[in-house]
């Protein structure tokens, strides 16, 4: 299924300077292998027999020392509106700061995962753009104890630091009824869509 990426009125470039281009085209979007299933990050029966707080807090101790993995967690509401919001709005960008100036990235839905790339990459080739992370929302523990396990696996170009801060980015922006305003019209009214004010936006929402 086709799927035809406008970028809207504002430039997406990887510094702060801006500029317009082309739609970009793409088939599936970019792909991923697939995430591990929890049972191989953790012992599921084990969590089971603890309280929600408790299973929380082993959660994001268990990542706090990896270099490679950011976690946290979502309740029934947020999860069941973040899928709901994502599935409306598959489609995001997302800027990472260094120095001076940005890049983008962008970011697809797929199922229960948030994969995200190098814009620039995508531009280039879609369906080769490599994920820089990849954010699963597990669903295992939903029934019993009312709490999502959210992983974003960091695999390249961004250290612990940026993807942790691009998680609070990806979260807020379909949670906060303001920013995803945002999102849902980059995905269905491009036209509308300004990035400098989601910028700004996004700026105060993440760093409050």
Request: proline share 3%.
């Amino acid at each position: 299924m086709s799927f035809m990426l406008r970028l809207g009125r504002r430039a997406l470039l990887s510094s702060s300077q801006t500029r317009s281009f082309a739609s970009s085209k793409a088939g599936a979007g970019f792909s991923y292998p697939g995430a591990r299933s929890l049972e191989q990050i953790v012992k599921l029966e084990l969590l089971e027999n603890e309280q929600t707080e408790k299973i929380r807090s082993i959660w994001e101790e268990f990542h706090a020392d990896k270099d490679d993995a950011v976690a946290t967690t979502l309740s029934t509401d947020e999860f069941q509106a973040l899928v709901k919001r994502a599935e409306a709005a598959p489609y995001f960008i997302f800027p990472v700061y260094r120095q001076e100036g940005f890049f983008n990235m962008l970011c697809q839905f797929q199922q229960s995962c948030f994969l995200i790339t190098y814009l620039e990459a995508f531009k280039e080739n879609p369906s080769a753009a490599p994920p820089c992370v990849a954010v699963s929302l597990y669903d295992d523990l939903l029934e019993k104890k009312e709490l999502t396990l959210v992983r974003a696996d960091v695999i390249n170009m961004l250290d612990k630091t940026e993807s942790s801060l691009l998680l609070k980015q990806l979260l807020a922006s379909y949670q906060d009824d303001k920013l995803y305003e945002h999102v849902d019209q980059f995905n269905n009214k491009p036209e509308q869509f300004d990035f400098e004010a989601y910028r700004v936006l996004v700026k105060e929402v993440t760093e409050m």
